[in-house]
């Protein structure tokens, strides 16, 4: 039985045969992947991934959505928000993976 903190999904499992043939398994870390966007799926730019980073300004992005959505689809989000309220659309108008963030747009 491994020891209880290998036991946790972020660390791979390695299987390695030792050099007196004994099969062995080795823990590795995984490597943290960058953040992406909630609607595109494209890298968020200006965010720091590294454990070093002090400070919540440098880890994520002030504004609305910040470290959630790019800033082409936060814009998008509130235009298209702004819209609705003014009733030049319909939320039914809005594809799926938008209406989520354009209600909690509308909440604010």
Do not use: W
């Not at 968020?44 to 454990?51: A, T, V």
């Amino acid at each position: 039985m491994p020891r209880p903190m290998y036991r946790s999904r972020s660390y791979r499992k390695l299987d390695r045969v030792a050099r007196s043939g004994k099969h062995v398994i080795h823990y590795k870390r995984k490597v943290a992947k960058l953040p992406h966007c909630g609607i595109c799926k494209k890298e968020l730019n200006g965010i720091s991934i590294s454990k070093n980073v002090k400070g919540k300004s440098r880890r994520s992005n002030s504004r609305i959505f910040g470290g959630v959505l790019c800033a082409k689809c936060s814009s998008n989000v509130v235009k298209l928000a702004s819209r609705i309220e003014n009733g030049e659309m319909k939320l039914t108008d809005i594809k799926v993976k938008e209406k989520n963030y354009v209600m909690q747009m509308m909440a604010h």
